[in-house]
């Protein structure tokens, strides 16, 4: 319920303004170097607290409590706890008893009849630095496969990148993937946050390395049914392409990929085909709704089913693609390495060859 | 792995070109009332055979071995088995040692080591004959709810219905929902199959009942992350959004949608808030690309990396996206259906009146 | 949850006296060669009609109708149909409304509502065919890791083996582990029977193999945990001992299996330690219950809940454990070969050497 | 892999000498008071330090991290975590090297080829602290359905209660069943731990309710089969039974429990029927096996395969029963806490009810 993946396990717990967010890692390979500063590294990747993100000022220091043992991984599940240091007991009257719109707040009091009025408790955002963290142990492990994994910001309010250059993404304030672009999506995020509004954006997550040749596991399981059920599941994200984007217009004879001698001669499959990982790269487009914690007036109810204008305050970001970049990155490692692992047993030849070298 | 759902569970077995292709559901609550011509009609509408499918004649009928007596479901797995009737065996010598562009020829033996190359074996879509003859029996379940699914096809090859009528879609032969703007989507169609090509499409699927707010479990198991899972992993499948699709380039005032005392004032969240179903219409759009096998020269190579060119013959929907619309639908009422039966446990006072009530 | 094991799985479907009893093996690695001779010989194993067991007469024939092509697994779910041939369809007016005595028949109407009054629909013994079939396929896979698992009748109506002979077991009627003792087991069973009544006893498993050693995965999945949910959870199984039977009354002194260069000096920990295969043999000790068909009259109730005396008549074991013995070999087949694929990924240094070599 | 239930689902990190023990339990219905001193007691009494049990002092702790929000359970997972407060940075050379005779020294470090050689790391049973927080708020649940569960020591080291009292067992320093029995089994401790050895016992865990009829899922997931998985998967249980322990000497005639207008007559079956519960009592005896840490010399050897005698010092119970009689308690609750929930939608009448009352 609360876990994701088969072999490589990341389940979660915590709230937004409770004690904690926690993150348990099963299933790492007995014996990986884990390295503590790279781990914090990518947590405070996720936080980038700037003009475009959040004023939330959280420290998200990463403990790692298990599975540990004199620098290495012992096979036994990795304990991760992110304590919240920065939960003001701030004043929720206004939001304690409204439910505010685009947010979970009217849905989860339907289903559980009790609702953490704080900030959105289990259903915030906020959960997404224990996916990080477990993401940074997740490429630690790939990194010994080849893989790696990259993301930037696409578009913001649909202006979009025209060239798309990883590295650039990783120094950008907005991950944005096109420096020529990026001071006018910069513009239109300022603009909306002036005007106390937000806008959405595409994020584009990649994979590369040869291992990805294979991964995937039958039929419900597929390596593009396991993304769809991850970048789906992600707050915020409501549409998603895996390859070509305008693949649903094409004729067959445009968009299947031939083979060559050489590989692949073109990815508009985006590296999966028939739910295994072809090879070539994996090109994921993840589509985020705008942040639906405005400052703008809007139409709402309470708790008792009474109408109200509701403005909400607070440590909002203008756009939520731009750090969800980075936890998509982060699923993609999760994801990819767990089929990784789950890929070991597949052949009979495979089987024997371990077997006969212990 | 080969499983679908977890409370309601459907697994699959089976090739294309095998004895049968079966499958059991799991989880159905006892005392269902199962309508073996409504679970046949189903099927048959999943085959249906005309100008604009495949000339594949399957009989395609679905025998129910376990799980139902005297008429109703037991609580035990219903098997379900669609023997293969018209399995030619034909000459499958071009496609023996190719690797056909678009389809899991390549990766498959590159995961297995050896491949049943008849008609794709595993991978073929004809497995989605037992998630039709599943997603039949789960819609018995949803009528006992008040929930109903619907599906049609947006758009063919870029030419996208004006009007959404499912109503329309149903009697269809090509599940269009615009009566309109078909004529235009068959000629797309019948150009792209003589000219031995194909195209690609978009479906799309609802659901509706009041019954649908607060379905969906938390976390990794959210109702739009197994949505992205069971559609994104659907053969053909490369995109898909809930709700809006123009979802990214708006700004959170025009995307939020407002509550009022009498429900929600819009439905750009296609009924899904924070992973949890808001009670409006679950609205999800399906992008499936053009159909893999095309009788047009393409170039591949054989599994001796020799280059070649190859020209498919053979029963090939011209357009996958039109049998997939049903499939989508049954897809749709196997995801509600679990839900719906995962949701009971959620509150105190319901696992109290249940155990009151006994 | 008609499923056992996670990554070698077997799902069943079926009632004793429906159309068939089927299973689906998942997971069996791409490339083993089926040898369905073997198979339908483990089959014939189970049915083994003679004085002693049921004079049910079942052709038992396995039909697999899927994953296996050219003669070895391909890495599909391995579909397993195993036809009823001899139903009877005979007067179940007696049983229909009255609940038998040790039998299911009273809680499965209380869970479900309604109730396969056919010989026990899916809470039928008869489901262990599909168990064997499957245990005979994960046989095949041991036998390449040079795994073997053997079983035999230890005990009847508290008559014990004073001798462990697994070859004598194999061609005894009653499978019996001791030669000399078997004659007075034999006469017990006939007495029994005889009398309208039936005995129970014990059955002894083992597996023996190098490649036990590391065996079983972390915390809620050890490889006793998984014995005890497979073994326990056997119809008619009412108790077990791994190792030692006589542990609880022991002192750590004489229990603890003292280590010496050339391995173990003792195996009363039956070959798991701390939840993991020593790579001493796994030996297993499990306690059958009487049949519970006897046709001595019993006290009991209708549907009603009116008291009356029931004598069963029909074709039963008069001893359960001797058939069972078959069973609990299949079932560790599967259990060891599972674990055997699960423990792959468990270091980094296998994960290593397996990218590398591909 | 590391998580126990299907519904309600505890998961667990962390290893006995390292920072902490945590437990993440998901699934519990919204709504729940949570008593956090029944909590914190219930540790407590696992803890029970005195003469017969372990000089560790250790404080535990319990601090309810998430899941909890103004004293009731909000339906998301609940976090526990237990620091340990009493790890000795003490000298480890001894065991560090060497295979200690009945743990999982020599099989842990097979099977991860890494060992956290401190006090057993996450293999030790301290890790029950958190099976028994996670039970603690089990049975809050069961209290809701009417079921309680008990435990007691029935024997040590072959000493046997005559009666059984479970209300004495609450008070006794040992949990003996019998009062009577009690000094004599207490003698056998001390003499034990004395000599620098320890023993085995056996202990009885019951639980009592209407409610417990009906529980227990199909067929790989029966009642009993998941008690075999929780019991035989306890650090030091190596056997076990439900119900009448000598049942593999009886004759049906004797064994089969009659059932009467107003119930079953006897309870031989230990309250699980055709995997189950029936309704009766739920009685299961579960059997641990002496300390493996003794203090007595022990032949072993070291990781460089040398022999070497070794004399374990430290704070070890001399009879592990008694303290995991309380962990089998609180397994017991959570087995039947998750069946409980479950349980709900396997009719559709109940399905029919939950909905029509939402």
């Known amino acids: 319920m609360n876990t994701l993946g088969r072999c490589l396990r990341l389940s979660t717990f915590g709230e937004s303004h409770g004690v904690l967010i926690g993150g348990v ?16 590294a990518e947590v405070n990747r996720r936080k980038s607290t700037n003009a475009y993100t959040t004023p939330r000022k959280e420290e998200d220091v990463v403990e790692v409590v298990s599975g540990v043992f004199e620098g290495v991984s012992t ?6 706890l992110i304590y919240n240091r920065n939960v003001k007991s701030k004043d929720y009257s206004n939001v304690k008893e409204a439910f505010r719109p685009g947010h979970a707040d009217f849905t989860a009091l339907a289903k559980y009849g009790v609702r953490d009025y704080r900030g959105g408790g289990r259903t915030s955002a906020r959960e997404s630095v224990a996916r990080v963290a477990g993401g940074a142990i997740a490429k630690m492990l790939l990194k010994e496969l080849g893989i790696e994994v990259f993301s ?3 578009s913001v309010g649909g202006i979009e990148a025209q060239n ?14 096109d420096k020529d672009i990026e001071p006018t999506q910069q513009e239109a995020i300022l603009k909306a946050k002036a005007e106390g509004d937000s806008v959405g954006g595409v994020v584009l997550v990649q994979a590369s390395g040869a291992h990805l040749l294979g991964l995937g ?23 998603m392409f895996i390859g070509e984007p305008s693949v649903a217009s094409l004729r067959g004879s445009a968009y299947n990929d031939p083979l060559s001698p050489t590989g692949f001669q073109s990815n508009h499959a985006g590296g999966v085909l028939g739910g295994i990982g072809s090879g070539a790269d994996l090109v994921i487009w993840v589509h985020f ?3 639906a914690s405005i400052a703008k007036a809007q139409d709402t109810i309470n708790t008792n089913n009474k109408p109200l204008k509701l403005e909400l305050k607070g440590r ?6 731009i750090r969800g970049s980075v936890v998509c990155e982060s699923l993609l490692a999760l994801v990819v390495a767990d089929f990784a692992l789950l890929n070991m047993p597949t052949k009979l030849s ?9």
């Open 25 to 40: 890692l099963e299933g790492v390979p007995a014996g990986l170097k884990i390295d503590l500063d790279a781990l914090q």
């Open 75 to 80: 096979g036994a599940p990795i304990g991760l």
């Open 152 to 154: 930037g910001v696409f």
């Open 164 to 177: 798309i250059d990883f590295s650039h993404a990783k120094t950008s304030p907005i991950f944005s993937l």
């Open 217 to 239: 596991e039958p039929l419900y399981d597929k390596l593009d049914a396991r993304l769809g059920g991850v970048f789906m599941g992600l707050n915020g994200v409501k549409g």
């Open 289 to 291: 709704k705008p942040t």
């Open 316 to 321: 909002h970001d203008p756009c939520i693609a």
């Open 350 to 358: 495979s089987v024997r060859a371990f077997y006969r070298q212990r």
